[in-house]
């Protein structure tokens, strides 16, 4: 026989609250700081000597509440694979009577789709897990980003009214925001099993070298809008655009992140005659 879990929205309002006390197992995360991207849930559980926390117990009870805070997706991960989500705001009860249900919140419905391939609705064979996790992901746009070319990048500047066609270098600075849009995948594919927490500085690096290089191509897009580099201060929601298309294989599809915003402080350029 094999059984189903699922979250039933419990109670609306606040995170915490008195409501909180009414239940053996109440598993929750305060709010993240902006430099942590996913957590592991705190547990908190009473017993006859009141209430105590607990993070070494990987099993969740049936009837335990699940917490989730505004600007969090939690997922519920048994035995390394992910069983549930929740990217809605309010408190759940965890009953493996149920049929699952997934809450999209503002991810939208496409977090189903990924689901559907990569996540499970069923436990194994009935019985209780021997690991069970909660990991709350931070869902918030996640600015001050800083980048800089040290390279100068190819920028072609074409305007056929006057005749112009010029090849030019650039050289630019500035910052960028990004968002977690899939946790599913930046679980699976990224930061996985973790025991406390998984932080920016852990992956910033590889995003900030992924976006360099996806600059040059995307400079060519926008130049090919007829956008001269002197206005790319002015479209930074068209460089954007044509960033997360350049990096939509790397970080959408495969860590289910996107760049959100993308300022540039200062751009400055080295002229060479087209021939």
Known sequence: MV??????KAIGGAIRGTMADQWKEYFYCDSMDADVLV??????????????????DNIITNGSVIAVNEGQCMIIVDQGKVVEICAEAGQFLYDTSTEPSIFC?????????????????ITFGGDAGRDQRIYFFNTKELM??????????????????????????VRCNGEYSYK???PILFYTNVCGNIVEEYKRDQI????????????????????????????????T??????????????????????????GVNSITLRRRTRR
């Open 3 to 8: 059984h189903y879990m699922g979250l039933i």
């Open 237 to 262: 929601m068209e460089l954007a655009d044509a960033l997360n298309e350049v990096l939509s294989e790397k970080w959408a599809n495969l860590r289910g992140i996107k760049i959100i915003s993308f």
């Open 204 to 235: 910033d690096d590889q995003l900030k070298s992924e976006l360099l290089t996806a600059l040059q191509p995307a400079f060519a897009k926008i130049s090919a809008m007829g956008i001269r580099y002197s206005a790319v201060p002015a479209h």
């Open 144 to 169: 001050g980003n800083r980048y800089g070319t040290q390279n100068p990048i190819p920028f072609r500047v074409v305007d056929q009214n006057i005749g112009l066609d010029v090849d030019i270098t």
């Open 105 to 121: 919140g503002s991810l939208g419905k496409s977090i189903v789709a990924t689901f559907s391939e990569i996540g499970s609705r």
């Open 180 to 182: 977690i849009v899939d």
């Open 39 to 56: 957590t592991k849930g705190t547990k908190r559980v009473k017993g006859m000597f009141g209430t105590k926390n607990s993070g070494s």
